[in-house]
């Protein structure tokens, strides 16, 4: 997915969730839904669980968690 698509679904306002990255148009943060995915729920139960949410905003949530990776720094410090 393109960075443009996820964009359209994520947003982040100081007065939601503290400014973190939500699905837009909800309370929900990206971080719950790529929590639930790595801890085993499937799509389908991520769906159920949060019935307000579509399959196009799971895979921008992991669209955004991608490209918050990619684009991180990993600096090694000394021991």
Excluded: N
């Amino acid at each position: 997915m393109v960075s443009a698509k996820w964009r359209k679904r994520i947003q982040t306002a100081e007065d939601l969730h503290h400014g973190d990255p939500c699905i837009a148009g909800t309370r929900i943060p990206v971080v719950t839904i790529v929590s639930s995915l790595a801890d085993g729920m499937t799509a389908a139960e991520v769906l159920a669980e949060y019935p307000q949410l579509s399959l196009e905003d799971i895979y921008a949530a992991l669209a955004y968690a991608a490209d918050s990776v990619r684009h991180e720094s990993v600096v090694p410090l000394p021991a």
